[in-house]
């Protein structure tokens, strides 16, 4: 029998990684070598970083870094199994129960990453062929839940209500989820969550929030951007949010009702099938929730320094995008033009990354600027100067 003749994958795949590369769209694994503060080291260069999530400056904090060593004394590195075998320890419950009143949810399930956490939540909620309306600008594993469980996908213009009505309405016969980002990763805007709530409430859909770019950063005591607009439980049934942003650890969680809950544990499939998040990084992280909720100041030093960065772009003349979160990008549209302010910016000491297709759509490139608790006012001049140097004011978009 003659040998069958297939494409070669990994050989498609080289071509596809040629291919982009030459379209200045190849991404790069940067290793870093050493963090202090908002400073890292890489390459053997200290650079002040204005990239990094960790928007409360908690990733280093002592008390998380004892609470975790402690942890680990007494339980170990890691949790041994899954959650539903032998790995869900006191830490686990500990965090979910501190989780779920911070939200004011009945309850809080941990997962080991917000990927998981979305692909889990979407494949045991939706059946085949049942509707999920998202906004265009949600994070790429809302969209990869949603194709996962089998939906009908339909999209939305970002921040769109009446478009998102008219999503729903194209099939109002099936159970439908509206699935939206709080705080949206590249744009850093806020959704319009009590529209959308309104509206699900009229076409009978279920909401849920994904909110990693606001717990922590907004609302009063941190609880995020649903607890910012005054939604409850009732109003978004289903909230997510992770734990390596502004609370500095890792993994995430979900949070509802008992029923969500129990129904997550029987049939979200990254849940009942992965290695729970080791016990210590549980108890780092219930430390960080307190700090998070109690330690307001870290709030209101991080929207000084939004309002001072914002204020300075602003007399710059330079292509701010609307956003009052700690995510601040400047649209320059060529990806190339971003590329090379980014270069540009790390020969000055400063390491803020070049957002390109296809994370944004074609057009869009930018600098997306992250600003932390762990700043200061000199670092943010410092950036501003930057900034004014590379005649920024003059990109076409």
Same mark, same amino acid.
């Given at each position: ?34 963090? =202090?503060?908002? &400073? ?31 942890? !680990? ?6 949790? #041994? ?5 032998? #790995?869900?320890?006191?830490? $686990?419950?500990?965090? =979910?129960? @501190? ?11 941990? &997962? ?17 062929? =049942? ?19 089998? !939906? ?5 213009? $970002?921040?769109?209500?009446?478009? %998102? ?7 109002t016969e099936a159970c439908?989820?509206? !699935?939206?980002?709080?705080? &949206? ?67 995430? &969680?979900?949070? #509802? ?30 430390? @960080?929730?307190?700090? %998070? +909720?109690? =330690?307001?100041? *870290? *709030? /209101? ?9 914002? +204020?300075?772009? /602003? ?8 956003? *009052? ?14 590329l090379e302010a980014s270069? !540009?910016?790390?020969?000055? #000491? ?17 600098? *997306? ?6 700043? /200061?006012?000199? $670092? ?12 920024? %004011?003059?990109?076409?978009?």
């Amino acid at each position: 029998m003659a040998a069958v003749l297939r494409p070669d994958l990994l050989e498609r795949l080289a071509v596809q990684t040629t291919e982009r590369a030459q379209a200045q769209l190849q991404r790069r694994l940067r290793t870093i070598s050493r963090v =202090e503060g908002p &400073f890292v080291e890489s390459s053997g260069q200290r650079l002040l970083a204005f990239c990094t999530n960790d928007y409360l400056g908690l990733a280093q904090d002592s008390r998380l870094i004892a609470a975790w060593k402690q942890a !680990a004394n007494e339980s170990g590195v890691g949790s #041994g199994s899954a959650h539903l075998i032998c #790995g869900h320890r006191r830490e $686990h419950a500990e965090l =979910e129960e @501190a989780l779920a009143a911070w939200t004011g949810r009945e309850r809080a399930l941990l &997962f080991s990453t917000g990927y998981m956490a979305n692909l889990g939540v979407m494949q045991a909620l939706l059946k085949h062929g =049942e509707l999920c309306v998202q906004d265009k600008l949600n994070h790429a594993c809302l969209l990869d839940g949603a194709q996962l469980a089998g !939906a009908t996908l339909r999209r939305y213009p $970002h921040a769109d209500v009446d478009a %998102a009505a008219r999503q729903l309405h194209s099939d109002t016969e099936a159970c439908a989820l509206l !699935a939206t980002d709080g705080v &949206f990763s590249m744009d850093g805007d806020i959704a319009p969550l009590r529209e959308l709530a309104a509206l699900c409430t009229r076409e009978g859909a279920t909401l849920m929030v994904d909110d990693a770019h606001g717990l922590g950063v907004i609302g009063d005591d941190g609880a995020g951007s649903v607890a910012e607009a005054g939604l409850r439980e009732r109003d978004v049934p289903v909230l997510m949010a992770t734990l390596g942003k502004a609370l500095g650890c890792s993994g995430a &969680f979900v949070a #509802g009702s008992a029923a969500l809950i129990d129904g997550l544990i029987q049939f979200a499939r990254t849940y009942i099938y992965t290695t729970a998040m080791p016990p210590a990084l549980a108890a780092a992280t219930r430390c @960080a929730v307190t700090l %998070a +909720r109690t =330690e307001s100041w *870290r *709030r /209101e030093k991080l929207n000084s320094l939004i309002h001072r960065f914002r +204020r300075g772009a /602003e007399q710059l003349g330079l292509p701010l995008m609307p956003s *009052r979160t700690a995510i601040q990008p400047l649209l320059l549209g060529d990806a190339q033009r971003a590329l090379e302010a980014s270069w !540009a910016l790390e020969a000055k #000491g400063l390491l803020v990354v070049a957002i390109r297709l296809p994370t944004v759509p074609q057009g869009q490139a930018r600098l *997306r600027i992250t600003l932390t608790a762990a700043h /200061e006012e000199t $670092h943010v001049d410092q950036l501003l100067e930057a900034l004014a140097s590379l005649r920024l %004011a003059d990109a076409s978009v």
